[in-house]
């Protein structure tokens, strides 16, 4: 039997759960030089509020092993904030990746376990991050290249000016249609970043991009609700890293291929018009003659 005023070991804080960054669960591509962080308290007893928190974030996953947070080490922080905390600590470096946990006091002081690990990993941060020029002239574009080395990891940052839609070695990248969203593209444009180690293999691979108007290149006759702004373009930066600790880029530039497709009209307004005789079949794949791009 306890005495009165005793806690038992069952009531005190459990750790953490359901660590978000920026909103997400372990997200990439991220373009914020302070990130937030967010998390949800568990408590077996009813009531108990949180009164203070320690976020550790570290450079490598062995330092949060040792509770040590080498970017940034928050300490003790009296706050039952648990929403969209801002990241403080040393500045965050463009394409890498950190992981963190974060533990919580109670209202009557006790410390949980500290949570399970989360991560996060930065996007291009600055514009001379970007490698990668603006490409136009067509529908469709085409890099091929070769890859001798086995690929550790590997990252797409995309986007265009109108709506694009990137694949590698024939498979669409990613499940989202009409993109980017529509923004004021004098002040801001929206890009992508994707996961895609999987989709690239030893020996030659191919990038390929389709492009179409959206709102950036809208008919005469819409422009009274939209500016024109010129031809639809993209931008794409592949970033590879290969097992043995040296990268690649394949960025988009002049040695790309391009050509029109078999869609020979499209708008935001009015839709399509396909013409299924200029099917230019595997062109998004290894092995296809571009020789007449």
């Not at 895609?196 to 950036?216: A, P, Q």
């Amino acid at each position: 039997m306890r005495e009165r005023g005793e806690v038992s070991a069952e009531s005190h804080p459990e750790a953490p759960i359901n660590l978000l960054c920026e909103y997400s669960i372990d997200p990439i591509g991220l373009d914020v030089p302070k990130p937030r962080f967010s998390w949800t308290l568990v408590h077996v007893e009813r009531g108990r509020i949180q009164s203070a928190y320690q976020i550790l974030v570290a450079s490598r996953l062995e330092y949060l092993a040792k509770d040590i947070g080498d970017v940034w080490d928050s300490g003790k922080v009296y706050s039952s904030q648990s929403v969209n905390v801002e990241y403080a600590g040393k500045p965050l470096e463009s394409c890498k990746t950190y992981y963190w946990k974060v533990r919580w006091w109670d209202d009557r002081g006790y410390a949980s376990p500290w949570s399970k690990v989360a991560k996060f990993e930065m996007g291009l941060l600055k514009p001379e991050d970007w490698k990668a020029k603006w490409i136009t002239g067509g529908d469709l574009f085409r890099k091929k290249f070769t890859l001798s080395r086995k690929v550790k990891s590997a990252r797409a940052y995309v986007t265009g000016l109108g709506y694009y839609e990137l694949s590698i070695n024939g498979r669409r990248v990613g499940d989202r249609l009409l993109d980017p969203g529509w923004t004021d593209y004098e002040k801001l444009i929206l890009y992508s970043t994707y996961d895609v180690t999987d989709f690239l293999k030893e020996g030659e691979n191919v990038v390929g991009i389709m492009l179409g108007n959206g709102r950036f290149n809208v008919k005469p006759e819409r422009r009274g609700f939209h500016k024109h702004y010129g031809d639809p373009r993209a931008i794409m930066q592949l970033k590879i890293e290969f097992e043995d600790g040296s990268s690649e880029l394949i960025v988009t530039d002049e040695s790309w291929k391009v050509s029109k497709g078999p869609i020979v009209e499209n708008d935001i307004y009015d839709g399509e018009v396909y013409d299924a005789r200029l099917e230019k079949e595997g062109w998004n794949s290894p092995g296809y003659d571009d020789s007449s791009w």
